[in-house]
Structures are given as structure tokens and as C-alpha cells.
């Protein structure tokens, strides 16, 4: 009998072979189906609605099993699919080695510090936004928030987790800064980007002159194009998105005369030492 997979990659693949070439992919269905085949499956996907709440993965102490929680005032009907697939990934990946499930918050789902939250993230964008496919929608075309909206919507996730995917499938110098009252919260680097020393660490002060910086509506503007000295010594083409909630930001930065990386370039141990340090 063929084992199960053993990594939150390999775990998302199996899936995608599983579902074939269908978006977006329904994460309810395939988890209550396929988790029948273990002794302790999901058995039920619930709303709760608990303030700074995203989602959970909750053991069933009567009947045995999982379930699967999410709150459905999430404002982004894409945050909570990713949420969904979030949980999800820790079911698959991490149930045994936390019989009390887990509870994620909205930092957790997205840029969690965690090493096990980092893993279910990486199920989750794998499993709803599989990297070929990916690719084939973004091909060589310039970034730009329309780009960022076909991506979100086909895959039903949120503008960041599309941006973020975006930022793991480049070769172009870029990176996703999210900041909230002026302030970075975090940040993710191309391949590129970390091979160029490019960082934005937690606590940074936006920079004066950065189109995330100057907000004054709760409108997207597409994108900026920064002298050197603003965000970095390079140009910069900054695309921003105003979220409606917790004055937070998310920049998608490109350093586009930096130029490329050539082919062959993916490394799935591209971040370095200072990403592991500033978490």
C-alpha cells in the first residue's frame, strides 16, 4: 500500500492530481471525502462566529474525529476559503502531534511566525492555487492589481494570498510588505529579492514618498512608480492594496531593473538566514 505523503507540499499535490484541473477548488468536499479514509476523519464544517477568530481545527471528544471551524463575518470570501484550506492543511499535516487542534487567528493564517501555522499556509496555497496553473494565468504579463483580482477570483482566496503566490512563482526582484498604522507587520521576498539582500523588517516605519504611506481612501490605486531612496536604493514600482480594516496595507514591490533569475532558479530553501532571525 502506497504511504501518505509526509510533507504539506506533497500533501496539496496528491489533492490537485485528485481533483483534476477544476477552480475553485471546494475544500469542504474534499475533506470530508477523502478524510473517511483515516479512523479519526472530519465530520463536520461549521460556522463560528468568535470575534479575532479565523478558523480551527477542533477534535470531537463524543463522537470522535475533527471538525473543521471557521467565522463566516470574515469580510473576504477568498480569506475564508484560504481558511479553510488552511485548517485543513493542519489536519492532514500536523493532528497527531496536537490532539487539541488548533485555533488560528488572522496572523496566523497568513504570515504566521509559527513553523506548523508556515506549513499550513503552504498546504493551503499549494492545495487552492497549484503552481503550474498559477503560472500559466500570470505568464509574462506586467503585475497590477486587475492581474492580482483574475488570480484571487479564480482561485477564490484573498488579493494577499494571491500576491503572495505571486512573490513564491517569480524570477522577477520583488516582495509583499504588509504594514498597518504606518507601521511593517511583516514581509516576503522573491528568490530574487533574498539573493539581493532585500529586506523590510517587522517595525519599519513606511517610508515617506510610498504610495502605502500616503493613504487617504479605502481605494486601491494600481501602482506607483518610486524614484531610488523610497522604499529601497533601486527604483521601485509599487502596487498597493488599502485593506477596510485594521488601517493595513499590503505593498507588492518590484524592483524591476534588477533584472531576473535564470531558468532553474526555484529553491525551496530560498530565504535565508535573516527571514528565520526577524521571525
Not at 500500500?1 to 475544500?27: H, I, Q
Not at 473517511?36 to 477534535?59: M, S, Y
Not at 498597493?240 to 493595513?248: G, K, Q, W
Request: net charge negative; charged share 25%.
Amino acid at each position: 500500500m502506497k504511504s501518505d505523503p509526509t510533507t504539506p507540499r506533497a500533501w496539496a499535490n496528491t489533492l490537485v492530481r485528485m481533483w483534476g484541473p477544476r477552480f475553485p477548488v471546494d475544500v469542504q468536499q474534499i475533506a470530508l471525502e477523502y478524510s473517511k479514509r483515516f479512523e479519526d476523519p472530519v465530520r463536520k464544517i461549521a460556522e463560528a462566529p468568535v470575534p479575532n477568530f479565523e478558523g480551527a481545527l477542533a477534535p470531537l471528544s463524543k463522537r470522535g474525529g475533527w471538525a473543521i471551524l471557521y467565522n463566516p463575518n470574515i469580510r473576504s470570501a477568498g480569506r475564508i476559503n484560504y481558511t479553510l484550506g488552511h485548517e485543513w492543511g493542519h489536519y492532514l499535516c500536523h493532528r497527531h502531534q496536537a490532539p487539541a487542534g488548533f485555533e488560528c487567528g488572522e496572523s496566523d493564517v497568513l504570515g504566521g511566525s509559527r513553523q506548523q501555522e508556515r506549513e499550513a499556509d503552504l498546504f493551503a496555497s499549494y492545495l487552492l492555487m497549484p503552481l503550474d496553473d498559477f503560472r500559466a494565468q500570470v505568464g509574462g504579463q506586467r503585475m497590477s492589481l486587475d492581474l492580482l483580482k483574475h488570480c484571487a477570483d479564480r482561485y477564490d482566496v484573498s488579493l494577499t494570498a494571491s500576491a503572495l503566490k505571486w512573490i513564491e512563482s517569480t524570477p522577477l526582484c520583488a516582495a509583499v510588505v504588509v504594514a498597518t498604522n504606518g507601521f511593517v507587520l511583516w514581509c516576503r521576498r522573491s528568490a530574487a529579492a533574498t539573493r539581493a539582500r532585500i529586506f523590510f523588517p517587522s517595525g519599519m516605519e513606511l517610508p515617506d514618498g510610498a504610495l502605502a504611506a500616503a493613504r487617504s481612501s479605502l481605494v486601491s490605486q494600481d501602482d506607483k512608480d518610486l524614484p531610488p531612496g523610497v522604499w529601497w536604493s533601486r527604483p521601485t514600482r509599487e502596487v498597493v492594496i488599502f485593506a477596510d480594516h485594521y488601517e493595513m496595507t499590503i505593498s507588492l514591490l518590484m524592483f524591476e531593473d534588477l533584472g531576473v533569475l535564470p531558468d532553474g532558479w526555484e529553491n525551496e530553501d530560498a530565504e535565508d538566514v535573516f527571514d528565520r532571525f526577524t521571525r
